[in-house]
T-cell receptor, first 114, second 111 residues
């Protein structure tokens, strides 16, 4: 069966510090990969998605970047965090080229920028 | 542009009664819609989905209705149980990879 893991689960970082959140998927190959953020009152906002290694699409202009160095690895990064980057970050995957397929989420990472 | 909207941020329902959660969308290119349930500090979990070519899909206590002309879908939970208390998100997907979620509705089922 397929599993998705992301880490760390909780992170408290000072303003201006770097960020790296990691996500890996097991049990499938060539998944679509996603980073979402849940901020207070904002629902689940799509930040990035990737349909293949090195292929990253950004949905909103922001202080964050994403990379996909391996087929089942997705990394969310920032060089200098802002207070507004605080939120609950969710990695997710879906099967590539399967219309209407379920998207599966990781456990989430709480980021507090202080 | 908020392509998927859930205009009710919260809903309270008595245990055993019906819960109706609503969702509106603007993107006519969505070909599937999905509902997810989320507890605090956890990732959302899949509940039920519906293709844009259907108007109803049922799975146990959960039924999703789609009205394409109104660009509206709803999730019915019957009977509601205290364990259903959570935040519910609807999502639309066009093509094979771009899932757009709404802002969520917090459901509270009162015992």
């Amino acid at each position: 069966s397929q599993t998705i893991h992301q880490w760390p689960a909780t992170l408290v970082q000072p303003v201006g510090s770097p960020l790296s959140l990691e996500c890996t998927v097991e049990g499938t190959s060539n998944p679509n990969l996603y980073w979402y953020r849940q901020a207070a009152g904002r629902g689940l906002q799509l930040l990035f998605y990737s349909v293949g290694i090195g292929q990253i699409s950004s949905e909103v202009p922001q202080n964050l970047s994403a990379s996909r160095p391996q087929d089942r690895q997705f990394i969310l990064s920032s060089k200098k965090l802002l207070l507004s980057d605080s939120g609950f970050y969710l990695c997710a995957w879906s099967k590539i080229r399967v219309s209407g397929n379920t998207i599966y989420f990781g456990e989430g990472s709480w980021l507090t920028v202080v | 542009d908020q392509q998927v909207k859930q205009n009710s941020p919260s809903l309270s329902v008595q245990e055993g009664r019906i819960s109706i959660l609503n969702c509106d969308y603007t993107n006519s290119m969505f070909d599937y819609f999905l509902w997810y349930k989320k507890y605090p500090a956890e990732g959302p979990t899949f509940l039920i989905s519906i293709s844009s070519i259907k108007d109803k899909n049922e799975d146990g206590r959960f039924t999703v209705f789609l009205n394409k002309s109104a660009k509206h879908l709803s999730l019915h939970i019957v009977p509601s149980q205290p364990g259903d208390s959570a935040v519910y998100f609807c999502a639309g997907v066009s093509g094979t990879y771009k899932y757009i979620f709404g802002t969520g509705t917090r459901l509270k089922v009162l015992a």
